[in-house]
């Protein structure tokens, strides 16, 4: 990629509105991401291959938990800083976002929300330093939309339980040291379970040709007669509210990543319209390229301001899940359509790997799809106002 030139746009001055702290946590990722990812995340997502070097880094700004308490290894930060840090590393790349998301809300918080003492002390502060990385597996080949059905199963064989089944499209599956796996008992009823990296029978093949995400890597969680420990169980809560409770995390976090994809394409189109000269006039003088313009910021302005209040509501601790799933659906798709316009004002060159905008539209189409797909934000807050569920 060409030299990272970002810089953020901010046309309501909501700065204003965020701590010292904030604005400190912001900065710290913002540089992180123009230092250490803007300069390899092309060749990485042309290559396909998750860039193992960002580990550290990730780490070190708090990405990897960054509301668990300090005693677990987390970064002990209020919401708000980990919106922020999520936008942040999504303005690099999304699949570099999607890793930090998984091993926050996906693995830490399920262990430190609904783990024992001693699977916390065991797991958190490793994952927090990125000394291990996590999965999360609740998608199934058959059942995407509707967990509920999944058919991943557990019996009680007295000193362990036995694990059979198969989790499909899993971030960070191909190189987990941890998955944390949403299975049901013998009476159907879903738990989480720790399966760790060498138990025999567990295996984590990557699923290739993606168009999207490709510096994230996917894969499968295949379990053949797993045995696990009794002591893997997470005891805290069970059904699918303990899944679900963790996606509201996560989605909460996406909502916030998806303004940083925007704003970096807006910032790239916006600096590419000025200095593109077409018609012996840079193009950005043209009225329909301002239109583009215009309603970019205008969206992200909108976007940023839902996140926050989000946010707000969130250390509150009043965030609804459909609260969340309005904002996981409107930014998202916010930016996706942001992706797709500041393409075109970089006509040709929209389409190559010297501007981030194209990688950033590819990926979002990932985005868009999970953590609940983009129609099933929508009846989620079609079930909140009405009272009625149209799922089923
Ligand atoms: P439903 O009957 O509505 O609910 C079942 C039980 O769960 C409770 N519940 C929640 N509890 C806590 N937090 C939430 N957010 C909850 N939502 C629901 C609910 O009260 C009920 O409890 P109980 O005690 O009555 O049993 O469930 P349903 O089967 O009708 O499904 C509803 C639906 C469709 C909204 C849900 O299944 C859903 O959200 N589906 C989308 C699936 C999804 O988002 N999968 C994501 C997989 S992970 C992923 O994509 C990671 S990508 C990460 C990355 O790389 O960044
Ligand atoms: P389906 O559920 O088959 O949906 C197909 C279409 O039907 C969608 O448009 C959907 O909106 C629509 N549809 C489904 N049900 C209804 C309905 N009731 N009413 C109206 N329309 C409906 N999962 C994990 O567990 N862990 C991960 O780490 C993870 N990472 C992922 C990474 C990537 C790159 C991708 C692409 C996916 C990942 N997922 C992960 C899976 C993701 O959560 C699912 O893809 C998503 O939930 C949708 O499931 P599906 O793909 O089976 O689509």
Not at 153 to 160: C, E, R, V
Not at 188 to 194: A, N
Not at 301 to 330: D, F, P, V, W, Y
Not at 359 to 370: A, D, K, P
Request: proline share 4%.
């Amino acid at each position: 990629m060409s030299q990272d030139l970002f810089q953020a746009p901010d046309y309501y001055n909501i700065d204003d509105l965020l701590t010292e702290e904030h604005l400190l946590i912001r900065q710290a990722a913002r540089d992180w991401v123009k230092r250490d990812v803007s300069p390899i995340i092309e060749e990485a997502a042309q290559k396909a291959e998750f860039p193992k070097s960002i580990i550290k880094g990730l780490s070190e700004i708090g990405a990897f938990g960054p509301y668990i308490p300090e005693e677990y290894g987390g970064a002990g930060l209020d919401q708000i800083s980990y919106g922020l840090i999520m936008q942040e590393i999504e303005r690099g790349d999304s699949g570099v976002r999607s890793t930090a998301s998984v091993q926050s809300s996906l693995v830490m918080f399920p262990i430190y929300a609904y783990g024992t003492e001693e699977q916390k002390q065991k797991f958190l502060p490793k994952l927090a330093s990125g000394e291990f990385m996590g999965s999360f597996g609740l998608t199934e080949p058959d059942h995407g939309s509707n967990p509920g059905g999944m058919t991943t199963n557990f019996k009680d064989k007295g000193d362990h339980y036995l694990l059979n089944g198969a989790k499909m499209w899993i971030s960070n599956a191909p190189f987990c040291d941890v998955a944390v796996v949403w299975a049901k008992n013998e009476e159907g009823r879903i738990h989480g379970l720790i399966v760790e990296r060498g138990m025999e029978g567990f295996s984590t093949p990557e699923t290739h040709n993606k168009w999207s995400l490709r510096a994230s890597a996917t894969g499968e969680l295949l379990f053949n007669n797993v045995k696990v420990p009794k002591e893997n169980l997470l005891t805290g809560k069970s059904g699918l509210g303990a899944p679900l409770s963790c996606l509201d995390s996560a989605r909460y976090g996406i909502a916030w990543g998806a303004i940083g994809a925007a704003m970096d394409c807006y910032d790239t189109a916006l600096r590419y319209a000025k200095e593109r000269i077409q018609f012996d006039k840079p193009i950005a003088s043209f009225q329909l390229q301002q239109k583009k313009l215009a309603e970019m910021i205008t969206e992200i302005t909108k976007a940023q301001l839902l996140a926050l209040r989000l946010g707000q509501l969130k250390n509150e601790g009043k965030a609804t899940t459909a609260q969340i799933s309005m904002a996981k659906r409107n930014n998202v798709d916010m930016a996706i359509k942001i992706a797709r316009e500041a393409r075109q004002i970089l006509g040709g060159m929209g389409i190559v790997g010297d501007y981030s905008i194209m990688r950033h539209m590819m990926n979002l189409e990932s985005v868009i799809t999970y953590e609940g797909t983009h129609d099933i934000h929508l009846l989620i807050t079609g079930m909140d106002i009405t009272g009625i569920a149209a799922f089923k």
